[in-house]
């Protein structure tokens, strides 16, 4: 998946990725850049994510750069 980072805390570790293809909120956790290049994010960067479902909202996970071609 694809998204823009609409907010991110970094004492917290909580945030908010919006997908490109339906808009919906994609949320970062405490733990959410862990394996990733990202030490930090910012509001408007691009990434590319996978999303996996934990208690009925989807998680961020694997952030990295760029555009994954479809």
Known sequence: MQGV?????????????????????????????????FRTLRQGQRVVFDAHDRDGKLIATNLRFGVEGY
């Not at 917290?12 to 949320?27: E, I, K, L």
């Open 5 to 37: 980072v609409r907010v991110y805390d970094p004492v917290t570790g909580f945030g908010v990725v919006v997908r490109d293809d339906d808009r919906s909120d994609v949320f970062l956790t405490p733990g959410s850049l862990d394996g990733s290049l």
